[in-house]
């Protein structure tokens, strides 16, 4: 059996989408004891519980939280939908907002903060791995979110967590992005004339109230943005 052959059968042993029995007839009989073989099951769930862990802290504070569910059951029914691909370890997270997202529609009530905390930890993940282009480079590592919950506040209640009742509080608009000099990935709050600029300088048409802001204000707001690092350039006004 080639390498890549038992990969395609041992993947549905490990993913618990097959029966031991199943790969056993596929692969041919194995020097390993069956529990062994089971244990290489039970660790990758282990795993993906795991990574989805480090990678969303705060979403698993809040499953904790949350009456009816419980993380390992909720990332073996996601993994289920969404069976890891690649070589990107955290990548197994790609898609566990929008999965959030139809769950939600299907259990009413999931609170939405849920999914919120999901794409915001994914979002800072693509801001940190984001490859370095010439010029701006925003496509590749800025980001514009807007939550329905605040969950800038609900990440300071619940990492490391906080005793008392965790409210969603009110929706937020980010900027997400990596730094282009200290590489750490930050967030600000933006205003209508960062939205104004950004729009400006992805060459699209400013629209309505991002129209009629004047030229001294997208001035100051560039300065701001090199300073904080969300852009490169000179601070000097055009």
């Not at 073989?37 to 904790?64: G, H, K, T």
């Amino acid at each position: 059996m080639s390498l890549q052959g038992f990969f395609d059968a041992v993947h549905p042993f490990l993913t618990g989408e097959g029966s031991l029995e199943e790969f056993l007839a596929v692969a041919g009989p194995s020097s390993s004891p069956e529990a062994d073989l089971r244990f290489y099951r039970w660790l990758v769930a282990f795993d993906q519980e795991r990574i989805l862990s480090e990678l969303c802290p705060a979403l698993r504070a809040l499953v904790d939280r949350t009456e009816g569910l419980q993380w390992g059951t909720l990332v073996a029914a996601y993994v289920a939908a969404w069976p890891p691909g690649g070589y990107s370890v955290p990548g197994v997270g790609e898609h566990l907002a929008d999965w959030l997202v139809a769950r939600r529609a299907e259990h009413p009530e999931q609170p939405v903060a849920l999914e919120c905390l999901a794409d915001l930890a994914w979002t800072r993940f693509l801001a940190r791995t984001a490859p370095d282009e010439p010029g701006l480079g925003m496509d590749q590592r800025v980001f514009l979110r807007h939550y329905p919950v605040d969950v800038i506040g609900l990440e300071a209640k619940l990492v490391p967590a906080q005793e008392g009742p965790v409210e969603p509080g009110s929706p937020c608009t980010l900027l997400i992005y990596r730094h282009r000099w200290r590489l750490g990935v930050t967030h600000l709050v933006p205003s209508l004339a960062t939205l104004g600029l950004l729009a400006e300088l992805q060459g699209l048409e400013r629209r309505g109230p991002l129209a009629e802001l004047p030229r001294e204000v997208l001035d100051a707001e560039r300065a701001r943005l090199i300073e904080r690092g969300v852009i490169g350039g000179s601070t000097q006004a055009s």
